[in-house]
């Protein structure tokens, strides 16, 4: 193909994503050269339908584009920031997320989940990105990893919402995301990008909330999160213009931003245990120095009898004195370390290439290659609250303060009465205490993707054409865990007695009295065993630490194959079309074979949990296969009649059988209709299904840290008594159970191996307007209503616990585990189980908004405006079958998890100046306001909240930038995102916690809202 008839087709196929509803200002913002010769381009092939169409048709199918230029402008070198910016697109896995991060950045349509979203590479299905076996967001097994899409090679990203399965296959639930990519390119184009963070330190409330912890404060003015960006883009075509290859090189490295360097971001943020308490930086209680807790039962035998803390104290860390613990001053502050933006490392590499045989058949093949490394970072490991121990009186590590607190008669017989035992010179601890010494936990994640296919497409008899390919994906991938100290290693370190003399069974060479490990002794489990000396300021050693700590990992591989081929034809030229219609039926046949395979691989430390503060996982070793069959249909029915200047409809089905056992039918239909070229009416129905995929099918069940606050904590409960006694707590522990400050509850997830597809049906109904008194202009309007049931979910911990109190249905109750003192995090025997399930409903409403307009300005040159919008209406889950629902529209919090609000838009501003090739262009992107779901008054999310920040207002975010031809070879840009240097909302942990550590990350939702203040970027593209 010789790059004259490149740019022509290119052409055609922004002017045809245009007048299907695109988001491609780059179509309206330049003035393409009409083709010389119009008609060697005859069609184009559009997301959502493999036949191809006319330049001239609108898409049935509601489609939303960013071009090269969209994403120039934003100057955003990571595929997955640049399609936050859309406002159909939901925050999931983002660069910001540190805590529950799983190193790799998906992409979530309508907030339905990665799991539901289809990605594609021109059209092809993209590998999966290695994720799985670890809860987090984008964990799914299925979910391809955008950081394998160099953003330099993207010529168009389209989004297709509204279902899509009966076209490209199963997980197309929510949509497609497909990335055309620039694979047929001539000459040698060299990008490079420099971009950073700026922020103003300058917020006294939070200031304020700094200087009364006596936490550091930040630097007035922080520079950081520096990215660098280099790609290389060669191509030439060779055979007399009969093939083109093209290759490219991409390098991408960014630092870390940390939550201490930012005002909003320099202490965990926490409030009371009341809806209107102060607000102070706090963190988790397992503190630095430690939290010391004695647990007591009083009045044994009478009705008052209760299990208490009877000491609760820590060390003090200036002076050494054993004191009573003070939540508000003492708990840990994590969030200072944790990572606002997560260190990157990344290469692209890869190649395509094409040759035409002759007429009738060209062989292409492509190769993309990626790899990358990404490191989390958050607060250290440790004893975690709370880890239980004997303690013995004589351990020579306590001082005189500690024995004389801790070990009186009366707190002795207490503990005894809840654990058991008669030795007066020991009890049973529980520990809270952080490894401050030993610096951040890291995980440190390393992804190897390769992606191979090889095709051959042609066209025979005249009215037919062909295409079919092979491609294989495999992606290794890896997590390395850094700065963890072993739970064996804890508890045998803090089993801590005096060394008996030799005689004795004493240690030899170690002097009578000396502190030594129960465990070192002589015969023991752990000889090199080191006491941990928590028990005074100063008091660990690096022999301690490199005792405690110990490596983990683990490692994953998901291997994808398919084989595709299908023929289109154009029946028209063989006569078969209505007499009403200038163009007849077409039609494409094919059919489609998929294998996936995933398996998760985890060390013995991994599996078992056994690094303290990690979650445990076990191993999956899962495939499966699929043989599909697929048809699809376009019937032109009118044209350039009264009321019916153009009429068509189209009809897909998809017959699939999976070898795990059971078959799915996937169908749409769709209709367009312009009783006048202004006005074009166009209505369509998917049903879309959602296979399992191999986690969720084969993740054997775990106990972690996952849910948030217990209502039934603290002494003054959310629910009441009666209401938190079906949930399994008596009433002796009603208003007694701890409060965890980190608001975390254990919880137990897996997969179901008797799960079966979700079924989703889909309506979509929308206008477009192309009024010819106003040239140049298109705007559409597109309603959708996407509902899904047998929905493959786990509960959430939270519902689990709220619909056992609300309705008693003893299935839910069932699954809540209460340990000894009611609680549901003192260690992982307590916990609330939520494995996979085919259970509840899921439905959302809404409608998106698109508008495009560009006119000349005279002697100023031109403007283009481009506007991209959606308005949700409700976002209904229905958990279980026989219950009720909630709407997360216009919410976010512990349920509804990130903001989704009414609305949202992106308007685009490019003025085009007539003097030096200068384009300026500003941004305006709006996240509408929007509300703490506990303030809902649906039962299931109505409980107590944090008054002071309930409400999120509409954010308002400006960016400019500006472009410029530097030579005829050089181009340079450069802009601000977030010029004001916006603070993002706070978002508060504790009792009350609205910040699941999701992408609730540092006291902000940091995938939507920018966080890192005002982002700065240059921009340098020179081509040869």
Request: charged share 15%.
């Amino acid at each position: 193909m010789t790059n004259r008839s490149r740019n022509v087709r290119q052409a055609v196929q922004f002017a045809l994503a245009a007048c299907a509803s695109a988001a491609a200002p780059l179509a309206f913002g330049a003035d393409a050269a009409a083709p010389a010769n119009p008609d060697a381009v005859q069609e184009v092939v559009v997301t959502g339908s493999r036949i191809a169409q006319s330049p001239n048709d609108v898409s049935i199918s509601p489609i939303t584009s960013v071009s090269a230029v969209d994403i120039q402008q934003t100057g955003l070198i990571r595929t997955e920031d640049v399609l936050q910016n859309l406002p159909s697109i939901s925050a999931e896995s983002p660069s910001g997320n540190s805590i529950s991060s799983v190193g790799i950045n998906t992409v979530s349509l309508r907030g339905l989940g990665s799991q539901r979203t289809l990605v594609l590479i021109d059209g092809r299905r993209m590998n999966p990105g290695g994720a799985g076996g670890v809860t987090g967001p984008g964990g799914s097994s299925n979910a391809a990893d955008l950081n394998q899409i160099p953003a330099d090679l993207i010529e168009r990203v389209d989004v297709l919402t509204g279902g899509a399965s009966a076209v490209y296959g199963a997980d197309a639930v929510a949509g497609v995301v497909n990335f055309v990519l620039n694979t047929h390119y001539q000459g040698v184009r060299v990008d490079a990008d420099y971009s950073f963070n700026n922020h103003k330190n300058d917020n006294e409330t939070y200031l304020g909330y700094l200087r009364a912890a006596n936490q550091p404060i930040p630097q007035d003015t922080v520079n950081t999160g520096q990215n660098r960006n280099v790609s290389i883009l060669a191509g030439a075509n060779f055979a007399d213009g009969k093939g083109n290859a093209t290759t490219y090189f991409t390098y991408t490295n960014s630092l870390p931003a940390v939550g201490y360097q930012f005002d909003h971001a320099a202490c965990t943020l926490n409030a009371g245990k009341t809806p209107t308490s102060a607000i102070f930086c706090g963190g988790s209680s397992t503190s630095g120095p430690g939290r010391f807790f004695l647990l007591g039962k009083l009045n044994v035998g009478l009705p008052s009898q209760t299990t208490t803390a009877v000491v609760d104290n820590t060390v003090d860390p200036k002076t050494g004195a054993f004191r009573a613990y003070n939540g508000n001053t003492d708990s840990y502050n994590y969030g200072a370390l944790s990572y606002f933006q997560r260190s990157q490392e990344r290469y692209t590499a890869g190649g395509f290439l094409h040759y035409d045989i002759n007429d009738y058949a060209s062989v292409y093949t492509e190769t993309m290659y990626a790899r990358n490394t990404s490191t989390a970072q958050y607060g250290p490991s440790g004893a975690f609250a709370f880890t239980a121990y004997p303690l013995q009186k004589d351990n020579p590590l306590l001082t005189p303060e500690q024995v004389a607190t801790i070990f009186t008669p009366a707190n002795v017989a207490a503990n005894h009465a809840v654990f058991g035992g008669t030795d007066p010179n020991q009890v049973t601890m529980y520990l809270g205490r952080r490894n401050v010494e030993g610096g951040g936990r890291l995980d440190q994640y390393q992804s190897s993707s390769i992606r191979q296919l090889i095709g051959v497409k042609g066209s025979f008899a005249d009215a037919w054409n062909y295409d079919t390919y092979a491609q294989v994906g495999i992606t290794q991938f890896q997590d390395i865990e850094g700065n963890f100290l072993g739970v064996p290693q804890i508890n045998a370190a803090l089993d801590v007695i005096p060394n008996p003399t030799a005689a004795n069974g004493g240690i030899p060479g170690v002097a009578a009295g000396t502190a030594v490990c129960r465990s070192a002794l002589p015969g023991g489990a752990n000889p090199t065993c080191v006491p941990w000396n928590i028990y005074k300021p100063g008091g660990v050693t690096p022999d301690q630490l490199k005792y405690l700590s110990v490596p983990a990992t683990y490692a994953s591989n998901a291997t994808e194959y398919i084989w595709d081929g299908s023929v289109t034809g154009d029946l028209g030229k063989y006569g078969v079309k209505l007499p009403t219609a200038k163009d007849g039926l077409s039609i494409n046949v094919g059919a489609e074979y998929r294998e996936e395979k995933f398996k998760f691989d985890p060390d013995f430390i991994f599996a078992n949990g056994l690094q303290a503060g990690g979650a445990p996982s076990q191993a999956i070793d899962g495939r499966l296969h699929v043989w599909e069959g697929f048809t699809e249909v376009r019937l032109p029915i009118m044209n350039d009649l009264p009321f019916a200047y153009s009429l068509s409809a189209d009809a897909g089905y998809r017959f699939s059988n999976y070898t795990l056992g059971g078959t799915t039918n996937t169908y749409k239909f769709g209709v367009e209709w312009a009783p006048i070229p202004d006005v074009r009416l166009r209505g369509g129905y998917n049903r879309a299904v959602r296979a399992p995929n191999l986690d969720e099918l084969f993740e054997p069940p775990v106990v972690g840290a996952g849910g948030t606050a217990d209502p039934c904590w603290g002494p003054n409960p959310v629910l009441s008594q009666a209401q938190c006694e079906r949930t399994g707590v008596t009433q002796a522990q009603y208003g007694h159970i701890v409060v965890n400050p980190a608001a975390q509850i254990n919880t137990q997830v897996g997969g179901n191996i008797a799960l079966k597809p979700e079924i989703a049906d889909t309506y979509t109904f929308g206008v477009v307007l192309q009024p010819q008194f106003i040239p140049n202009l298109v705007a559409s309007f597109d309603a959708y209503y996407i509902k899904i049931r047998n929905t493959i979910t786990s509960l959430s911990s939270n519902t689990i616990i709220n619909d056992c109190a609300l309705t008693g249905d003893a299935a839910l109750c069932g699954l809540i585990h209460r340990g000894p003192t009611g609680s549901l995090w003192f260690n992982t025997a307590n916990f609330v189980t939520a494995t996979n399930e085919n259970i509840g409903k899921i439905s959302a409403r809404g409608l998106d908004v698109s508008s495009h307009y560009h006119m000349d300005v005279g002697n100023l040159g031109k403007l283009s405006f481009n506007l991209t919008g959606t308005y949700t209406k409700d976002f209904n889950t229905q958990p279980l079958p026989t219950g009720g629902s909630y709407d997360c529209a216009g919410y976010w919090g512990t349920t509804c998890g990130a903001p989704l609000p009414h609305w949202r838009h992106v308007l685009n501003t490019t003025w085009g100046l007539p003097w030096f090739g200068i384009d300026l262009t500003a941004r305006w992107r709006l996240v509408g306001p929007s509300k703490v779901d506990r303030s809902s008054s649906n039962p299931q999310l109505n409980a107590a909240y944090y008054v002071s920040t309930a409400h999120i207002p509409g954010y308002n975010y400006i960016d400019v930038s500006a472009s410029m031809p530097v030579t005829s070879w050089i181009d340079f840009r450069m802009g601000v995102n977030n010029i004001a240097d916006k603070n993002p909302p706070l978002i508060l942990n504790g009792t009350l916690s609205d910040c699941p550590n999701t992408s609730c990350n540092d006291n902000t939702w940091v995938g939507t809202y920018d966080s890192l203040g005002r982002y700065l970027y240059a921009h340098v593209t020179m081509k040869f």
